[in-house]
């Protein structure tokens, strides 16, 4: 009998990306390939232009409505817990609880498995499946807010500044920035789990995405466009203690000063820092990320059971420390070519 192969002999980093061999396919990999396996539908993993792509279904669709023609000349679709053979592994996608379709891809090959987790999150989101630990020999994780000092609160008590903040200024929109794909879905569902039945209004950039959601099963309630051009001033008067939809990049510009008296609210991990918040003219904070936060990435580690972990996009070097004082071996995956993400929180 031999022994497995090292994981790091057929998973490895080439200058397109984390390249695994026996397979011939990249995953999430920053260029177009022949080949790639992609976890989720965030651009800065789902890019347009490869040859062939795998993914779940719903993470194909994102891609379509993003991408169009260019989204994949040919494109499999890949239920959660199906397995299939590709080349000499077998690839099984699981969710990994961070956006609609969102999956950890993982690899089989030889007797020897890694995990290879994309974003993921451990906090509660009613738009997509929960992330399942999966035992392995190397787990590779990523590391968006791989620092101690990132701490999520609970998601309902950061809600609740919104709703309270809704009660107090009955007379003001407040109009929360948020990305496009995840967080919006994610905080409209949250809003409605709370028990906010009124009309949400949505920036035009926003509307693609929650209809997919909508016709992917994922119920968002009355939803209505946020059209302030042109209107006058009854036409403002319905944004009166509404919540409004819009990308961060709009919260602070002239579209949202067409509201009436808005509160400038916003939805990311990074509103724990308070200069980002000033920075972008946000006086509503609220701590929400689709990403771990530290004691996420820790608990997630240890869950896995991997004696090595491979870290990647973000802060490496704290969790790569931290890993090796649980007793794993730890490294950072230096992938090239990454780019600023458009969920980046
Ligand atoms: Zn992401
Ligand atoms: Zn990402």
Not at 10 to 15: F, G, I, N, S, Y
Not at 204 to 213: I, P, Q, R, V
Request: aromatic content about 6%; proline content about 8%.
């Amino acid at each position: 009998m031999t022994a497995a192969p090292k994981p790091e002999s057929w998973v490895r980093v080439l200058p397109e990306g984390l390249y695994v061999d026996p397979g011939g396919f990249f995953i999430d990999p920053p260029r177009a390939v022949d080949r790639a396996v992609i976890s989720h539908g965030h651009a800065d993993h789902a890019r347009p232009h490869h040859g062939h792509v795998l993914a779940t279904p719903e993470t194909l669709a994102i891609m379509r409505q993003r991408y169009g023609a260019n989204a994949g000349a040919a494109q499999q679709a890949l239920a959660c817990g199906e397995t299939l053979r590709v080349g000499a592994v077998d690839v099984r996608l699981v969710p990994a609880g961070h956006v609609l379709g969102s999956a950890q891809v993982v690899l089989d090959y030889d007797g020897s498995r890694v995990v290879v987790s994309g974003d993921y999150k451990r906090s509660p989101d009613p738009t997509c499946a929960p992330f399942e630990p999966v035992p392995c020999d190397v787990f590779v994780t990523e590391a968006t807010f791989g620092l101690p000092v990132f701490r999520h609160p609970p998601v309902a008590a950061e809600l609740d500044k919104l709703l309270r903040s809704l009660a107090l200024f009955p007379e003001r929109a407040h109009v929360v920035g948020v990305y496009a794909l995840g967080k919006c879905q994610r905080l409209i569902a949250l809003l409605r789990e709370a028990g906010h039945d009124r009309p949400i209004y949505l920036h035009g950039a926003l509307k693609g995405l929650c209809d997919l959601y909508e016709r992917q099963g994922v119920a968002l309630g009355p939803l209505e466009p946020a059209t302030v051009a042109g209107g006058g001033r009854e036409a403002r008067e319905k944004f009166r203690g509404a919540v409004v939809l819009a990308p961060p990049s709009a919260i602070a510009d002239r579209w949202s000063r067409r509201l009436p008296d808005p509160v400038v609210a916003a939805a990311s991990g990074w509103m724990r820092v308070r200069q980002r918040a000033r920075q972008r003219g946000v006086e509503l904070p609220m701590v929400i990320s689709d990403h771990a936060d530290w004691d996420e990435l820790i608990a997630t580690i240890e869950e896995t059971g991997a004696p090595e972990i491979w870290v990647t996009h973000g802060r490496e070097e704290a969790l790569v420390l931290q890993a090796g004082k649980l007793g794993r071996r730890a490294r950072a995956l230096a992938l090239v070519g990454r780019e600023e993400e458009d969920d980046a929180g």
